[in-house]
């Protein structure tokens, strides 16, 4: 089944809710980071050239419940107006009295933007009332922001039982097809790129895509659990005890399926790690074993050279999860050799949310690969194979 999108709907003259992700960093009224205002423009576009009037929500940091002027969307509004060469009318809430005034006053094409959808409790319990005032004052309902599909919110979830139809946006089917249809039926050799901090936290998401994969690099501190499970060395590394068993367990999967499953051959260690001071102390590359009183910190050039020839030869590249601590220069270049590897080579790549979106970017790749996820939480639980509640809810063809 596929999910209904805006492209499948009549919007001309409807009052349509668009949930999108407006989630920025903003300080002192300035945003820092825009990327996910013009993520959510296509969707914008598109439902204003379709002559609907279209009415903004979204939500803004964590103001619990409380409205707090310091998770205000008014500068969104700015900026959004500014990025569509239109007005957009912000209202100070996003219920009641105020807002249906300004809707009411809409003409086919306006843009209004609600005030944080988090200044009411009702938004994060999915309380069934905030549901049917949200949803009071329009007609059709939009689902973009997938950051946040993965939780069962009012505005994302509860709305859809108040309007029909209920559809995504371009942004959703985007993410539906990268990190969906593009890894369960995928072009192979399909390469999956996994690193990051804990296996404890990318379990699920190993599991789901050994059932997809045809190879499995393993990067990040992860490795260093999958090497303790195979009875080698790790020193000061940050590694999970409590998790080799899981970690051989997932080995043990991937010889019975035939997924080749590989691990670093050789490591960035240092003796003085500073992650604040962004500092290493004495660095040096090991093969093998790491002694004690070193920490292995980004996966060395032998291991690099080794996963860039995997991801040449895909046809389909997955990478969730940095391969060492990008954010200290020194042991970011294994995370930025892949980066170029992956934007490089010539097949589909996928890059799948979080701090590996971050190091792509980072690395000034960022614009040379097919797909990046724009999701955090939301993308692993879907890798993971799990249903976005912000998704299933809506409309399917
Ligand atoms: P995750 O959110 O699980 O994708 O983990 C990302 C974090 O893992 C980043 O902040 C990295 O600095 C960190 N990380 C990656 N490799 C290592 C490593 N070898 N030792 C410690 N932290 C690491």
């Not at 599909?149 to 089917?173: D, M, N, W």
């Not at 035939?258 to 040096?284: I, M, Q």
């Not at 890059?351 to 971050?358: H, R």
Request: aromatic share 6%; with cysteine; proline share 4%.
């Amino acid at each position: 089944m596929a999910t209904k999108t805006i492209e499948d709907i009549e919007v001309k003259g409807k009052r349509v809710l668009v949930r999108v992700d407006f989630n920025v960093p903003v300080q002192n009224g300035m945003i820092s980071d825009d990327s996910r205002i013009v993520a959510a423009l296509p969707t914008i576009n598109y439902l204003r050239e379709q002559g609907a009037k279209i009415i903004l929500c979204s939500h803004l940091g964590r103001p619990k419940g409380q409205k707090n002027p310091e998770f205000t969307l008014a500068p969104v509004a700015n900026d959004l107006a500014q990025k569509l060469g239109a007005p957009v009318t912000f209202v100070d809430d996003c219920v009641g009295e105020s807002v249906k005034m300004q809707v009411e006053a809409m003409k086919d094409g306006d843009v209004v933007l609600l005030e944080n959808v988090r200044f009411y409790a009702g938004e994060e319990k999915n309380d069934p009332e905030f549901a049917k005032q949200l949803a009071a004052v329009a007609e059709v309902y939009v689902n973009d922001a997938f950051g946040t599909a993965h939780r069962a919110h009012a505005s994302t979830e509860g709305v859809t039982k108040f309007l029909s139809p209920s559809v995504c946006g371009y942004l959703i089917q985007a993410e539906l097809k990268f990190l969906g249809e593009k890894t369960a039926q995928p072009e192979r050799p399909f390469v999956v790129i996994l690193g990051g901090a804990k296996v404890s936290d990318k379990i699920q998401v190993i599991d789901a895509l050994l059932e997809k994969a045809n190879k499995i690099l393993i990067g990040g501190a992860m490795a260093y659990t999958f090497k303790l499970a195979q009875g080698g060395k790790v020193g000061n590394s940050l590694a999970e005890p409590d998790k080799i068993e899981t970690a051989k367990k997932a080995l043990e999967k991937a010889k019975a399926k035939g997924v080749e499953f590989l691990l670093p051959v050789d490591n960035l260690v240092c003796d003085a790690l500073d992650f604040k001071g962004g500092t290493l102390g004495n660095t040096k590359v090991v093969d093998g074993d790491i002694e004690d009183g070193w920490e292995g910190v980004d996966i060395g050039p032998k291991t690099v050279e080794l996963y860039a020839n995997a991801v040449k030869d895909a046809k389909t590249v997955l990478w969730n999860g940095p391969m060492g601590i990008f954010e200290i220069p020194e042991s970011a270049k294994g995370s930025f050799a892949i980066a170029k590897a992956v934007a490089e080579a010539d097949n589909t790549s996928i890059i799948g949310g979080g701090d590996s979106v971050k190091a792509i970017k980072k690395s000034g790749y960022g614009d040379q690969v097919t797909f990046m996820s724009t999701g955090g939480g939301a993308s692993l639980e879907f890798l993971e194979g799990k249903e976005l509640p912000g998704v299933v809810a809506l409309d399917q063809k």
